[in-house]
C-alpha cells in the first residue's frame, strides 16, 4: 500500500493538487486548527515561568497566527501569488508541527506544572493523529508532520525515567507507523476517487467533442454548431454585420447511389475543405445535414458578404474527382443577415432556410439573400396549403376537359383534364396559383392521385376512341409506387389504359436517373401513352424523345400565339412536324385562339390542335355533350350521303 501511494505521488502530481486544492477549498477547518494552537500556545507562554518554555509557546503562537493568514490569503488569491503561497505550504506545515511537538517535549522535560503538560501534550497528540486524515492529499507531508509533533514528546517520555512515560515513549513511534499506514490509506482511496472522477471528466469531454463534431468532415456537427454560434452572436456587437451561409450540395444522393458512400463521405469532405479555404477568420463552419452545410462569420461591410457568397458558390460548382470518376456537384446558398435589433439564432436560421429555398427554386447554383418579402410569401403559401387540404376534404375541386381535336377531320381526339378550385370565398382560383404550392408542399400527389382516378371515371363513359390526357408533375411521378397507384385507379374506373395519355414535361429530366425510366416503361408496357409537354422551352429535348416512349409532342404555346409568332416560329413547328411524322408520333398544337392559326399550324402538319378558338375547358357534362353533338352530327351527314 506504501509502495502505491509514493508510486502515485510521483507519477500523478495533478491528481495530488487537484485532491489538495479540494481540501484547501474551504479553509475552516486549517483555520480552527490555528485558533487551538494560538489558545494552547498563549495560555502556555501566560501560566509558565519557565523561560525556554515561554519562548517556545509564544512562538508557536505567531506561527499559528501567520499559518491562520496564509491559509485565508490562499484561499481567495488567484494564478502566481496562489502558486507562491501554496509553495509556502509544506514548509510552514513543517514548522507548525515542529513548535507543537517541541513545546510539549519541553513541558515534560522541564517539569511543568501537570495541568500544563497535559494542555500541550495532549494537544499535540490530537495534532499528530489528526493530521493523517486532515492532510491525507499530502502523504510525505503528513508523515514529517507526524514526526516532528509526536517524536520530540516520544523522546522526552524515554528520558523522564517514569514507567508510564517510558511506556507512552514507545508508544508514540508505534503510533506514527500506524498513522502512516492509515495516511496511505486515504490517500490511495481518494487518488483512486480522484482519478477515477478524471477519467469520467475525460470521458465526457470526449463525448461531447464526438457529438459536436461531424465524424465525416471534421467540422462542427449540428449540436456543436448550435452550442458555439450562440456563443459568437453572444460576444458580437449590436453593430456588427453577422451573416449565416446555408449551402445545399446538389446530386449527393446520386454520388451515393451509384459510388457509393465512401465516394460521397469523399465529395462533403471535399465541400467542407472547400468552406474552410475560403471561410473568413473566426468563421464557424457546420455540417448541418446530410447534404447541407453552415458558415457563420462577421463582416466589414456588405460588399465582402456579396463577394463571398459570390466565391463559395464558384468553389461549389468546380469539378472534383473521387477516384477516377469526374463529379460535378455544385450547390445552392442562402444567405441571411443577423437582426440588429432581435439578435435571435432560430430567426436567423429561418432565414437563411427561408433563402435557401428561394435559392433552390430559381435554378441550379443559385445563390439568394434573405429579404422581409419571402415571410410575407411563406405565409401566404402556408394559407394556400392549409386551404387546399381543406379543399380536396370538402370537394371545393373539379376537372374540367379541353377537347383536343383532329386538325384533318376536325373529330374530338382527346381531353385534356384540367383541375378547377372554386374557393367559397375568393371565387375561381387559377392552377397557377396553387399548384406550385402543391408541388413545394408535397401535396401534388394527393392531388394528383385524386385528378387522375376522378378524370378516369368520367373517360370511362366516353367513346372508345377518345383518349384521356393528364399532366404529371415530377413529384408525382418520383413518389414510391407512383405507376402502381395510375394502375389501380384505371383499373377501379374500368378505363382501359390505352386510352390515358400522360402528360410530362422537360423539367422531369433535369434529375435524369432510373426511377423516372422505370416509371415510364412500365406503364407503356401496359399501354399508356406519354405526351412531352411544353416542347421547344427545355433542353435536349431530341435526347428525351428518343430515350423515353413518347407518342405525342405538344408544342409550346408560345410557338403558335405568343408574342414573337412569325417566320422562324413557323419553321419550327415546321421542323417538329416533320420530325414527328418520321417517328410516327402526333404533334398538338396548343394555344390555338383563331382560324388563321389553325390553318397555319395545320399546313406547317401538325396533326392535332387545341386551344380556345375550339373550345374552353368544360364541365363534364359540356364534355359529353360536345361528345354528343359531334357523333350526332356526324350521323345526319351519313344519313345525307
Not at 9 to 16: A, I, M, N, S
Not at 83 to 105: E, H, K, N, R, W
Not at 157 to 174: E, N, Y
Not at 206 to 211: F, G, N, P, S
Request: neutral net charge; aromatic residues 6%.
Amino acid at each position: 500500500m506504501l509502495i502505491e501511494g509514493f508510486g502515485f505521488e510521483r507519477q500523478d502530481l495533478r491528481v495530488r493538487a487537484e485532491l489538495a486544492r479540494a481540501v484547501q477549498a474551504r479553509p475552516t477547518g486549517l483555520l480552527i486548527s490555528c485558533t487551538c494552537a494560538a489558545m494552547a500556545g498563549g495560555t502556555a507562554a501566560y501560566v509558565t515561568q519557565i523561560e525556554p518554555l515561554k519562548l517556545t509557546a509564544s512562538l508557536l503562537v505567531v506561527v499559528a497566527l501567520i499559518r491562520a493568514t496564509l491559509t485565508l490569503l490562499r484561499s481567495r488569491a488567484t494564478g502566481r501569488t496562489q502558486q507562491v503561497l501554496q509553495a509556502t505550504y509544506p514548509v510552514l506545515s513543517m514548522a507548525f508541527a515542529g513548535t507543537i511537538g517541541t513545546c510539549a517535549a519541553l513541558s515534560l522535560v522541564l517539569h511543568a506544572p501537570p495541568d500544563l503538560q497535559i494542555l500541550l501534550v495532549g494537544y499535540a497528540m490530537t495534532v499528530g493523529a489528526g493530521i493523517a486524515a486532515g492532510n491525507a492529499s499530502r502523504p510525505l507531508v503528513v508523515i514529517g508532520q507526524m514526526v516532528l509533533t509526536l517524536l520530540p514528546i516520544a523522546l522526552a517520555c524515554l528520558t523522564s525515567g517514569s514507567l508510564p512515560l517510558l511506556a507512552l515513549g514507545l508508544i508514540l513511534p508505534l503510533l506514527i507507523v500506524a498513522l502512516t499506514f492509515l495516511t496511505f490509506a486515504l490517500f490511495n482511496r481518494l487518488a483512486r476517487q480522484a482519478r477515477t472522477a478524471a477519467e469520467s471528466e475525460q470521458m465526457a469531454l470526449q463525448l461531447r467533442d464526438q457529438a459536436h463534431t461531424d465524424h465525416v468532415t471534421g467540422i462542427a456537427s449540428r449540436a456543436g454548431f448550435e452550442v458555439a454560434a450562440h456563443a459568437l452572436l453572444a460576444a458580437s456587437k449590436p453593430d456588427d454585420l453577422v451573416a449565416l451561409f446555408w449551402l445545399d450540395v446538389r446530386r449527393l444522393k446520386d454520388v451515393n447511389d451509384m459510388l457509393g458512400h465512401q465516394a460521397g463521405d469523399e465529395v462533403l469532405r471535399s465541400m467542407a475543405n472547400r468552406l474552410r479555404k475560403r471561410a473568413p477568420e473566426g468563421a464557424l463552419i457546420a455540417r448541418f445535414g446530410s447534404d447541407e452545410f453552415l458558415l457563420l462569420a462577421g463582416f466589414a461591410n456588405r460588399k465582402r458578404l456579396e463577394t463571398l457568397a459570390g466565391q463559395l458558390s464558384a468553389d461549389m460548382a468546380a469539378p472534383l474527382r473521387v477516384g477516377n470518376q469526374r463529379i460535378e456537384c455544385g450547390a445552392s446558398l442562402g444567405v441571411a443577415l443577423i437582426d440588429a435589433a432581435s439578435p435571435d439564432l432560430d430567426r436567423l436560421m429561418q432565414h437563411a432556410d427561408l433563402a435557401l429555398y428561394y435559392a433552390k427554386s430559381a435554378g441550379q447554383k443559385q445563390v439568394c439573400f434573405f429579404t422581409p418579402a419571402m415571410t410575407r410569401a411563406l405565409v401566404h403559401r402556408k394559407e394556400m396549403e392549409a386551404e387546399l387540404r381543406a379543399a380536396i376534404q370538402r370537394d371545393e375541386l373539379a376537372i374540367y376537359f379541353q377537347p383536343i381535336l383532329d386538325l384533318a377531320t376536325g373529330r374530338i381526339r382527346a381531353f385534356e383534364a384540367l383541375v378547377r378550385w372554386f374557393h367559397p370565398e375568393k371565387g375561381e382560383l387559377s392552377p397557377v396559383d396553387f399548384i406550385p404550392v402543391a408541388e413545394e408542399t408535397g401535396l401534388i400527389i394527393t392531388l394528383g392521385n385524386w385528378i387522375t382516378r376522378t378524370a378516369a371515371r368520367a373517360a370511362a363513359n366516353w367513346p372508345d376512341d377518345v383518349l384521356l390526357a393528364v399532366n404529371l408533375s415530377p413529384v408525382q411521378i418520383h413518389a414510391p409506387g407512383a405507376a402502381l397507384g395510375i394502375l389501380a385507379a384505371l383499373r377501379e374506373a374500368r378505363l382501359p389504359a390505352s386510352r390515358l395519355e400522360l402528360e410530362v414535361t422537360e423539367s422531369l429530366f433535369l434529375q435524369d436517373n432510373d426511377a423516372t425510366a422505370l416509371f415510364m416503361d412500365m406503364l407503356a408496357a401496359e399501354g399508356v401513352r406519354f405526351s412531352l409537354d411544353d416542347f421547344g422551352t427545355g433542353y435536349s429535348s431530341l435526347h428525351y424523345i428518343s430515350k423515353y416512349p413518347f407518342r405525342t409532342i405538344k408544342v409550346d404555346r408560345s410557338f403558335v400565339s405568343g408574342p414573337d409568332v412569325g417566320r422562324k416560329t413557323d419553321a419550327i413547328i415546321r421542323a417538329v412536324a416533320e420530325m414527328g411524322t418520321t417517328l410516327g408520333m402526333e404533334i398538338v398544337a396548343e394555344g390555338l385562339e383563331t382560324a388563321e392559326q389553325v390553318d397555319t399550324v395545320r399546313r406547317a402538319g401538325c396533326t392535332l390542335g387545341q386551344g380556345y378558338h375550339f373550345s374552353r375547358a368544360v364541365p363534364e357534362h359540356l364534355a359529353l355533350r360536345l361528345l354528343d353533338d359531334e357523333r350526332t352530327g356526324m350521323a345526319a351527314l351519313r344519313r345525307v350521303i
